[in-house]
């Protein structure tokens, strides 16, 4: 499965590929990334996240495993926020193109 960690860049993928969208976190701190897209082309299957060390409060990259539905252009969007909290402390977008 490919694994994308660059906002800003236009993902291509075919309809039914699996793929990964990867950002840096640290769920110590109680920030987490919340992701949303237009379902009709994209389904969230997982989410993971992977420490980077053992230590306790060790930062990590949280994993978002997504399939492609349907032929088109779908935004993910993702804020880092604590989940109470409205306002995001960052925010990256990933543009999805669908063959």
């Given at each position: 499965m490919r694994?994308f960690?660059?906002?800003?860049?236009?993902?291509?993928?075919?309809?039914g590929?699996?793929?990964?969208?990867?950002?840096?976190s640290?769920?110590s701190t109680?920030y987490?990334?919340?992701?949303?897209t237009?379902e009709?082309?994209?389904?969230?299957?997982?989410?993971?996240?992977?420490p980077?060390?053992?230590?306790?409060?060790?930062?990590?990259?949280e994993?978002?495993?997504?399939r492609?539905?349907s032929?088109?252009?779908?935004?993910?969007t993702c804020?880092?926020r604590r989940?109470?909290?409205?306002?995001?402390?960052?925010v990256?977008?990933?543009?999805?193109?669908?063959?």
């Amino acid at each position: 499965m490919r694994k994308f960690d660059v906002p800003g860049k236009t993902i291509h993928v075919s309809t039914g590929e699996r793929f990964a969208v990867v950002l840096e976190s640290n769920p110590s701190t109680g920030y987490t990334w919340q992701v949303s897209t237009d379902e009709h082309y994209l389904e969230l299957l997982a989410q993971d996240f992977e420490p980077h060390g053992q230590g306790v409060g060790a930062g990590g990259r949280e994993i978002f495993d997504f399939r492609a539905l349907s032929t088109g252009q779908a935004t993910i969007t993702c804020e880092y926020r604590r989940p109470w909290d409205r306002e995001a402390r960052d925010v990256a977008s990933f543009e999805v193109g669908i063959a």
